[in-house]
């Protein structure tokens, strides 16, 4: 995954967070009525589910339960109103 995916689906995901149109599910976790716990459900459902694929050796299943963890953590950095460079400003620190 490149840099510029992580870009263009921050991107897109803040669209959804002004615009909110109806059909999307991006914009129906920032109106949900549980608020920000329906994304942190997710979050924890996708991380069993990761676990789960990991003990399995599934590598397909692996890649699929990740992106969702990824796309899920996204839409919780944006609720936050944080953003990658946020993200990435940590990472460097760890180094």
Do not use: Q, W
């Not at 897109?12 to 909110?20: A, C, T």
């Not at 994304?39 to 399995?56: C, N, R, Y």
């Amino acid at each position: 995954m490149t840099d510029d995916v992580l870009e263009e689906l921050f991107a897109v995901i803040e669209d959804r967070k002004e615009e909110l149109p109806e059909d999307s599910y991006t914009a129906s976790l920032f109106t949900h009525e549980k608020g920000e716990n329906a994304v942190l459900e997710k979050l924890g459902e996708e991380s069993t589910e990761l676990l789960l694929a990991a003990k399995d050796d599934d590598r397909e299943e692996i890649a699929h339960e990740s992106a969702d963890i990824v796309y899920h953590l996204l839409v919780l950095l944006a609720m936050k109103d944080m953003d990658l460079d946020d993200l990435r400003d940590e990472l460097a620190e760890r180094r």
